[in-house]
């Protein structure tokens, strides 16, 4: 019987090791589901609605082959179709049938709409030359081809601020991602030659086997049971046989041989000296009565008999038998314990416990941000290489790129200035290394804002920077408009997430405790009246501080003309005012706003008679500037400070805090 259960253990071992190497191999299904896009008409862009990416379940791949240097990138479809709206491409959808659909998108021209306060540039369709029908899939403007000469011209996606993330790589591109709703993926090359038409999609499937692990492992403890049984049983079996025959009886009493009866010749025999009878009465006269030796039992030379050799034999067969089995365990052991972590059951993957964060209710009507906080980092850092390049090399039309506004003019009085006076220190760069604040409008026009506080990680020296950058439309890169380095003591105020944006505030907002276009108009009431002006109490100390510094700065000025001895053949003027540019107001959680303002501080000295000049001495910036070394009619110098402010909700008893301040040489100027 113990055979039977032997047998039966290894036949169900070879079962369950079989049935988990099988779910392995042969049953084993496919590690991913492809689709590939058939484009019939060819276009310089392809446009993958994110449909297609979510048509199944998990992270998507996609593989797209060609001849050159290939670039993919995905982000707001909105903002996808937007781009596109002047270029002809190929859009992929999924039809009503679940195929890929996909249509080519001629090109439109984009004409500019009245100013409603900010509105994108509205699409519209470009008729065909002396009314005749448009071909279908020429292009419609001189952004995709030159009406004239017919040369094909294009614009890069390369570089392009919308995209959240970009891939490119050379002949063929496999790029990784998990796109959300909303989100579309753009192909092409250059946008000047037609795009990849060899794309494709591809999701990964759940092809894991949790039972193959335990399956062998239990075939491989269920055949070490039935090789134990196996030698059990032939253990037993031999134990089991006993002798076969019975033994010989008592042999009769030996008595001695009378030789004087024998005949004559056997007795010669027997008494013949050194004879074989002598030795066999040798031999038998060496045993005792009664015993008898054995038959077939052979005396080896070392002392032991062929039967202990064999007995000996015996005993070590078994162990031979259980030597044999271990390596089939060994294999099947190493066939379970190598299998990868798919072949066993996870119970370790718990799901996650959200931390617990501040809970903000977006309106019904809210737009989403416009840029995310991942992409607003990555243009700071592409926008801070620039202008640093170009501080650098002192090309403005490189900064320009990235700068516009105040910000902008700054840094054209700056590079006149270093060029005529090498010594001049290079402007610091914008740090990256901490952006701690990132607050983008809720928008889904043009222009758009955001504003973003960032410092350096490691270098107390540098001071942290608020700045907002603008983008004009769906073409142009980010620029920085607004830059001031944070006071040390000033405190910054809630805003919302990044993921949540916050929207702008209009110049004349009556819900703040001072409508943003009358700040820049208050504050300069304040330098220029100090404590008469009717705006003193609304500014805080810093804000009061700064009014007296610039108040210290002018009368700097009148006291160094009386220390030359030009008090009496010369005279000052001072004014503040406003900057042509609109303040930019971004509301906050309390209610109320970041405002950013720019001011203008002239400074004017003329002669008093008609015999006096002003001569400018030791100020090399004027010399640089104007090129001459005295006026005979004055001269007039601006300064431009860049200014931050948090002005709290209408009836809030808050006071309007300076948070961030900037100042610039903007230009010296002879009066003629």
């Not at 937007?82 to 679940?98: E, H, I, S």
Request: proline share 8%; hydrophobic share 40%.
């Amino acid at each position: 019987m113990r055979f039977v259960w032997a047998v039966v253990a290894l036949v169900l071992a070879a079962g369950l090791i079989g049935a988990g190497i099988a779910q392995r191999t042969v049953f084993m299904g496919p590690s991913s589901q492809k689709v590939s896009v058939e484009v019939d008409q060819p276009a310089p862009f392809v446009l993958l609605d994110g449909e297609v990416l979510r048509e199944n379940p998990g992270a998507q791949t996609l593989l797209v082959r060609g001849d050159g240097d290939i670039f993919a990138a995905y982000g707001r479809t909105a903002d996808m179709e937007a781009w596109l709206a002047d270029a002809d491409y190929n859009r992929v959808t999924v039809g009503d049938d679940g195929d890929l659909s996909v249509e080519h998108v001629a090109a439109q021209s984009v004409e500019a709409e009245p100013d409603d306060g900010g509105a994108t540039p509205a699409p519209t369709e470009t008729p065909a030359a002396d009314g005749a029908p448009a071909e279908e899939g020429a292009p419609a403007d001189d952004t995709t081809a030159d009406a004239t000469s017919g040369e094909v011209t294009g614009r890069s996606p390369i570089g392009s601020d919308l995209w959240l993330d970009s891939f490119s790589d050379t002949d063929s591109l496999i790029a990784d991602m998990q796109v959300p709703d909303g989100v579309s993926v753009i192909i092409a090359y250059d946008g000047t030659q037609d795009a990849p038409d060899d794309i494709s999609v591809s999701w990964p499937l759940d092809n894991s086997t949790p039972l193959a692990g335990p399956l062998m492992a239990a075939g491989a403890i269920v055949l070490a049971v039935g090789l134990v049984l196996y030698v059990l049983a032939i253990r037993h079996q031999r134990r089991g046989r006993g002798p076969r025959r019975k033994g010989l009886g008592p042999l009769p009493a030996t008595e001695p041989i009378d030789v004087a009866q024998l005949p004559p010749s056997e007795r010669a025999a027997i008494e013949r000296p050194g004879s074989d009878a002598d030795a066999s009465d040798a031999d038998a006269a060496a045993t005792p009565r009664g015993e008898s030796a054995a038959p077939g039992v052979e005396e080896s030379g070392d002392g032991k008999t062929s039967a202990d050799n064999r007995s000996e034999s015996r005993a070590k067969s078994p162990r031979r038998r259980r030597l044999l089995a271990l390596p089939a365990v060994a294999l099947t052991a190493v066939l379970a314990t190598g299998c990868s972590p798919d072949s066993w059951p996870q119970f370790d993957q718990a799901s996650p416990t959200p931390s617990p964060s501040e809970t903000v209710i977006a309106p019904d009507n809210q737009k989403p941000p416009a840029v995310t906080e991942s992409q607003a980092k990555r243009i700071l850092q592409e926008a801070s290489a620039t202008i640093a390049e170009a501080d650098t090399a002192m090309d403005i039309e490189l900064a320009k790129t990235r700068l516009d506004g105040p910000a902008l003019t700054a840094r054209t009085t700056e590079y006149a200035l270093r060029t005529a006076v090498p010594e001049t220190p290079v402007p610091a760069t914008i740090p990256t290394d901490d952006v701690q604040v990132v607050l983008p409008e809720a928008t889904d026009r043009w222009p758009r804002t955001v504003l973003m506080l960032s410092k350096s990680d490691g270098d107390d020296t540098v001071p942290p920077v608020i700045l907002t950058m603008t983008q004009q439309d769906p073409w142009s890169t980010y620029k920085v408009t607004n830059m001031a380095e944070m006071s040390a003591d000033a405190v910054f105020p809630d805003v919302a997430a990044s993921w949540l944006g916050t929207s702008l505030v209009p110049a004349d907002s009556a819900f703040l405790g001072l409508p943003p276009g009358e700040l820049a108009n208050a504050f300069s009431d304040v330098v220029d009246a100090a404590e008469q002006s009717p705006s003193y109490g609304l500014f805080d100390d810093n804000a009061l501080n700064l009014a007296k510094s610039i108040r210290d700065s002018r009368q700097a000025v009148v006291q160094n003309l009386a220390d030359n001895g030009a008090a009496e053949t010369s005279q000052t003027a001072f004014d503040i005012v406003p900057a042509d540019t609109a303040p930019v107001s971004m509301t906050t959680l309390g209610s109320g706003a970041i405002v950013s303002v720019s001011l203008i501080d002239t400074e004017t000295v003329t002669p008093t008679s008609a015999d006096a000049v002003i001569r400018f001495g030791e100020n090399v910036q004027a010399k640089a500037l104007t090129g001459v070394t005295e006026s005979a009619k004055g001269v007039t110098t601006k300064y431009e400070f860049q200014l931050f402010f948090s002005v709290p909700a209408q009836g809030s008893t808050e006071q309007i805090k300076l948070l961030a301040v900037h100042q610039d040489l903007l230009s010296v100027e002879v009066i003629k």
